[in-house]
């Protein structure tokens, strides 16, 4: 039988018997969440059930398919690695039961729904690792396998989901059934696993797999453009080396080299951040984390923030174990560049940077940072700018990731990551050493950005040349710097995605080849045909795609598997109807200075950091996702400074977007002083060439050797190549904080609720109020709450989702609870996205003092009855619940059936304090129908007299 919500909704408020708060509404048991059970009662935490429950057989062994490295190839092997080497942080990484991660899951949609009781109710590690975690029992089981092993276990984190330890290449090798080899890989050296591993069957419920068995690690996601010189005249970028920079031969204003590097407040003005600043939104309080595997110099911080008018505030570096040194120049520049950056936007905040050295060969740095950063919960946000594709992680990192960055967002960590520099290819790393260099692993995501728990940042390129034929430089750059910040930029300028490929559209239409008729396909082939350009013929751009291989069987791309599956909130105009994890999710400037823009550093170590007035300025170029990352993580920094921890802001950054007008919000034409929070980039894609009979790679001419990998599109609202598109950070700040909103608009009926008068701690029946969005936009509904002095003596249920489209209604039901018996007023209030939130209903209403007399029943129903025939006795206890006698002066019927019904009764003319008696009522049909009367008890209570409403039907 189908029962109707809403009389569902009535009968609960007007009985009283369910538990009206948001904890209910939310689905927890008993209306408290697990996260409260964690809080409030610490010591009666439940119960973890062990999975581990037979003998260890090591003779009963299972494989963990998917964890061979695609570059372990036989043609790369060159022998076994001597299994006396110690291998030191190895990571087993365990998994949560299915009813756990379901737990869970819904347990972190609660933390995002402003109307449940979980909201923003942050775990602490150590709580995520007793409510989710494998048992007690079980932690203790796999470490006393791995010692038995001969492996020293050096730490079970907080959340109870790695563990980390040490042994020998010969103890690995014999526990899990893989031998470790060397191989040199496009001349670089390194060591892997040469087949997939193999664990116990008994411990294969908990244990996901080792990360990782070889040092083939995550990549930093830049591109270094080399020194720059600052003209002191000019006041112009001029490359130093323009041949690290991947440009068309095309000429750009005044001569050849023009750059406009991107300053810190010339991103401020790009993206709005100034109006930030001068309200003191600038990051203040708020610690933003970065995790790498390098040191940095504090000097080069300074001299950055000295030189472009940033205020000192030095990072706090934290050094997880031995000092890691530089163990490359890549690492280096990428770990400076996000500390420079993150800061460079929340110019105030407190940035930390963690740094691990990759130690023993197998492990990486990176990871072991922001597995430092999340388990200590360092800082409220963080960001990571190494990159590395599914197919290549295997099914043990794609779940070590996904694992690490669930934590972070339960424990109220935003996590930004880079989506990738490689366009639509991920697989394929960008190689200027070896142009041209087209990709042949097909359509990839990188996996440590695929997750549903961080947000993926991708990249675009400012398009201020050649804009329909123009040269557009004064348009939107000023002919010199600003002396005290070096900045040039006059506004916001138009982007596409980052594409420094031959792939790209309108790099194509600047090199002259569309106006020959040539496609991407012919334009690439002529550049190698022709040895000109070949710096296109590449791999660079940024990563935008779906999840697809997070459970690869093999090391190829035709044995991608999985894909993590699309989280609730991604929806919105252009998300793709995949079913999966679509990235990026949002896109900041990262070009690499194929169109003549990139961002400014300072790293000593590459060349020098000099800036004066009376001479030329130099410092470092980059470009690239991992820049874009950092500069998001310090956008975010000003939101959590006006409104705190957010966890994973991805939820809110989805309802944002769809309130935006796309045709205004478009970033080829959006106008100023606009209320955009998002720029919607609808011009050009993400692809890149690729060898011809590659996976996913076509070609439409015959005898070309390069094809075009077909990546995505620019197009209307979120799209494959950019995500939702790039920020407003005024209006994002703003939005996000409760800031005003253009569209819907949204009516409470009644505006005025009064209940009846209702005895204490006794629930009314429910009264409705319709709340309708009379707007023509659709409204995104955040809370519905009671609010006011008298608030908790009112309770509503509600009908209403988490939006309400243009024209609809949805009903809150309020009862009246009185506490106390006086005359009690509150608000219902919805806080939503229209014009004028909140909207409130008054409520009011009148509290009696609680009868000392008290019925049993306040009706009696009687089965179908033949005239004249005398039904069975139903029985009505009266109770005197006061502390003094009760006189009663009559038990009487009366109505329009009275002479149908019979009573008899145990009660006297008086009844003692805490006595009670009963009166018997019968059924004795004077007629055919239905009859009906009421029982009267008169007495000296406060209510008399009190009432029992009795119903019959005479049957002929």
């Not at 009535?10 to 018997?17: I, P, V």
């Not at 191989?183 to 008994?202: C, F, K, W």
């Not at 050849?256 to 810190?264: A, H, K, Q, R, W």
């Not at 070590?400 to 520099?421: K, P, R």
Request: glycine content about 10%; overall charge negative.
């Amino acid at each position: 039988m189908k029962i109707d919500r809403t009389m569902a909704l009535c009968a609960c408020l007007a009985l009283g018997s369910c538990v009206l708060t948001t904890a209910a509404r939310a689905g927890t048991a008993n209306g408290r969440s697990a996260a409260r059970v964690a809080v409030q009662d610490r010591e009666e935490l439940p119960s973890t059930p062990s999975r581990i429950v037979g003998r260890i057989d090591e003779g009963r062994l299972v494989t963990l398919r998917g964890n061979t490295h695609p570059l372990a190839r036989p043609e790369y092997n060159r022998g076994a690695v001597d299994p006396q080497t110690t291998l030191q942080n190895l990571i087993l990484v365990l998994k949560r039961s299915p009813e756990q991660e379901a737990a869970l899951e819904t347990f972190m949609e609660r933390q995002q729904d402003p109307r449940s009781e979980d909201f923003h109710h942050w775990l602490e590690p150590t709580e995520l690792g007793k409510l989710y975690g494998p048992s007690e029992a079980d932690i203790a089981a796999i470490t006393s396998w791995l010692e038995n092993h001969g492996f020293r276990v050096e730490k079970v984190t907080n959340s109870r989901m790695f563990i980390l330890f040490s042994g020998t290449v010969g103890q690995v090798e014999q526990t899990f059934h893989a031998r470790i080899d060397h191989y040199t890989v496009n001349g670089q050296e390194h060591i892997a696993n040469n087949a997939d591993p193999s664990i116990p069957e008994a411990l294969a419920p908990v244990v996901a797999g080792v990360w990782s068995l070889n040092d083939f690690f995550a990549e930093p996601q830049h591109v270094s453009l080399g020194n720059f010189r600052l003209d002191s005249k000019t006041r112009k970028w001029t490359p130093l080396d323009p041949g690290m920079i991947p440009r068309p031969q095309f000429t750009v204003g005044s001569g050849e080299d023009t750059f406009e590097l991107v300053s810190p407040y010339d991103f401020a003005t790009i993206y709005n951040v100034l109006p930030l600043w001068n309200e003191g939104i600038d990051g203040s309080g708020v610690t933003i984390a970065i995790a790498g595997r390098s040191d940095i110099e504090l000097s080069d911080v300074a001299t950055f923030r000295s030189a472009f008018g940033l205020p000192p505030n030095a990072p706090t570096i934290i050094t997880n174990g031995p000092d890691p040194g530089v163990p490359s120049a890549g690492d280096k520049v990428e770990n400076t560049l996000d500390v420079e950056w993150s800061g460079a936007v929340a110019r105030n905040a407190t940035i930390k940077f963690v740094t691990t050295k990759s130690v023993s060969g197998v492990s990486d740095g990176a990871a072991q940072s922001a597995l430092y950063i999340i388990d200590n919960k360092v800082a409220s946000i963080m960001s990571f700018s190494y990159g590395l594709c599914e197919l290549f992680m295997g099914s043990t990192e794609n779940s070590a990731y996904n694992s690490m960055w669930q934590e972070g967002a339960a424990a109220g960590i935003t996590e930004f990551v880079a989506s990738g520099d490689q366009g639509s290819a991920s697989c394929d790393d960008n190689s200027k050493d070896a142009v041209p260099f087209e990709a042949s692993n097909g359509l990839a995501v990188s996996g440590i950005s695929s997750t549903a728990y961080d947000v993926a940042v991708g990249g675009t390129d400012f398009q201020w040349m050649e804009i329909g034929g123009n040269d557009e430089l004064d348009t939107y750059w000023n002919t010199t710097n600003n002396a005290s910040n070096l900045s040039s930029a006059k506004g916001y300028i138009p982007e596409i995605p980052w594409n420094s490929t031959c792939a790209n559209t309108l790099v194509d239409e600047i090199v002259g080849a569309t106006a020959l008729g040539w496609d991407e396909e012919t334009t690439c082939n002529q550049m190698v045909d022709q040895d000109v350009d070949e710096d296109l013929v590449n791999v660079a751009g940024g990563t935008g795609g779906k999840s697809a291989c997070t459970t690869p069987s093999g090391v190829t791309p035709s044995t991608c598997s999985g894909g993590w599956p699309k989280p609730s909130w991604q929806t919105g105009t252009g998300v793709p109807n995949d079913g999966k994890r679509d990235v990026p999710d949002l896109s900041l400037f990262a070009a690499n200075g194929v169109l003549g823009s990139a961002y400014v550093i300072c790293d000593s170590a590459t060349g020098p950091c000099t800036f004066s007035n009376a001479n030329d300025a130099e410092a470092q170029g980059v470009g690239g996702t991992s820049v874009a990352s950092p500069a998001m993580a310090g956008i975010m920094a000003l939101i959590v400074q006006k409104a705190g921890k957010q966890g994973l802001p991805n939820t809110k950054f989805y309802q944002l977007a769809a309130k935006d007008t796309l045709s205004s919000c478009n970033s080829n034409t959006v106008a100023g002083g606009n209320s955009c929070v998002f720029y919607d980039v609808t011009t050009s894609n993400n692809s890149v060439p690729c060898t011809v009979g590659a996976t996913n790679c076509t070609a439409k001419h015959s005898g070309d050797t390069i094809g075009v990998l077909p990546g995505y599109n620019a197009g209307t609202g979120y799209d494959l190549a950019t995500g939702l598109g790039s920020v407003n950070a005024y209006n994002l700040v703003t939005a996000y904080t409760g800031g005003s909103s253009s569209s819907g608009t949204v009516t409470l009926t009644p505006a005025t609720v009064t209940f009846p008068d209702a005895p204490t701690a006794t629930t009314s029946e429910a009264q409705a109020v319709t709340v309708k969005n009379t707007g023509s936009a659709t409204v995104t509904i955040d809370s519905i709450s009671i609010t006011g002095t008298d608030s908790s003596s009112f309770v509503e249920l509600n009908t209403c989702g988490a939006s309400l489209a243009a024209g609809k209604t949805c009903t809150v039901f309020v009862a009246f609870k009185p506490a106390a018996a006086a005359t009690e007023t509150a608000k219902l209030s919805v806080s939503d996205s229209a014009t004028g939130s909140p909207q409130t209903a008054a409520l009011s209403g009148k509290g009696t003092a609680v009868d000392s007399v008290t019925l049993s029943a306040t009706r009696l129903t009687f089965a179908t009855t033949d005239t004249g025939v005398t039904s069975g006795a139903q029985t009505i206890t009266v109770s005197n619940k006061g502390a003094s006698t009760l006189n009663i002066t009559g038990i009487t019927l009366t109505g329009s059936g009275a002479s149908s019904f019979t009573e008899l009764n145990t009660c006297g003319p008086t009844l003692a304090a805490s006595a009670t008696c009963t009166i018997d009522v019968a059924f004795k049909p004077a007629a055919t129908g239905a009859l009906s009367a009421t029982l009267n008890v008169i007495d000296s209570g406060s209510h008399s007299p009190q009432t029992v409403a009795l119903s019959g039907i005479g049957a002929p």
